[in-house]
């Protein structure tokens, strides 16, 4: 049975779902999670979470709130005025009749150019070739993925602590005489890896690499977490924990609604920091993002993303393809202005590259 007070929060995201809002069972945990942490303090929180949450376009943000208030208020409000005038939806009120809520024309951009409108898709993912470089980076990253030290200790003869318990166990055994002074160091464990993916249409023909390469990773990391980025963040940690590499692209596939549309990085990274245990998962961590940078959101959402992530982060790695070109400036006002807080930007042009990155990212600290 599903509790009272939280039908009205289920309902609504099946109500996004049927009026063409791709939300996924994992973002309406994370709404429900998002609500119980405000408070909330007021109906406002609600729908402050339900935007974060469900990652809404802006360009759609007047047909959210009619549907909002359809649903929590049970009235909508002509809040798409500016919207076209022929392209309808229906909204279904609570009190069982609808009312027709205007829809914001969609000039969705795909291929090469970056768009910033929402496009719902699905595409088929394929387990690709097998000689790409991913067998050896699976062999190689479990050694050479970046390592911290852990608060947990371990018996060593060059230690940098004295292990008292142990040493005296050893004298009350020899009658107090001390023979050997045992020694402890801090393990090294393996540092939290987050792997960004951009999945937006000017990302279209790397994302199958993008992911399969994500899928190796997730393998050979201890501690490891991916999300996909394009209109909305997605997290598809989950489907890569399966070991066969096609069924895992596939159920991947399946969660991504928003793949191969609009660019909207910063927004998604805004939707991530809102959820704390997502929040916390990037302290200290490894944060690669697989990206071009073509933002087109508004640049500021990105800048302070960014800017966040690195004061939570160990690292933050940008790899973007159109690194390969050795003539290669970012010139999108975005990219060009997290270059301080980024500790690299380089060619994420193949998964060879890709995978080297990676590999050398303790060497590079």
Known sequence: MVPTALRPLLDFAVLLRRHGFSVSPDQTIGFIEAVGVLGPRDIWDIRRSALALFAIPKDRVAEFDALFRALFFGQTIAAAAESSEDDE???????????????????????????????????????????????????????RLPRRQSYRRAPSRHGDALDMRKTLRQAV????????????????????????IDVSGSMKERTEDALRFAHALAGASDRFECFTLGTRLTRITPALGVPDRERALRRAAALVADIDGGTCIGDALQAFLAVPRYGGFARGASIVVLSDGLERGEPHALIDAVRRLSRMAWRIDWLTPLAADPAFRPETAAVS???????????????????AHVLNLARAA
């Open 173 to 196: 055994r020899n009658d107090g005489e001390v023979l050997t002074l045992h020694e402890t160091r801090r393990k090294l464990r393996q540092r939290k890896i987050l792997l960004l």
């Open 89 to 143: 939806v229906e909204a279904f009120e609570a009190t069982g009749e609808t009312t027709e809520v205007e829809l914001a024309e969609d000039d969705t951009e795909a291929g090469l150019e970056a768009a910033v409108t929402e496009r719902l898709g699905h595409r088929d993912l394929l387990g690709g070739r097998a000689d790409d470089g991913l067998g050896r980076f699976s062999r190689l990253a479990h050694e």
């Open 337 to 355: 202005t997290i270059l301080p807080w980024l500790d690299a930007l380089s060619d994420g042009g193949s998964v060879e590259r890709i995978c």
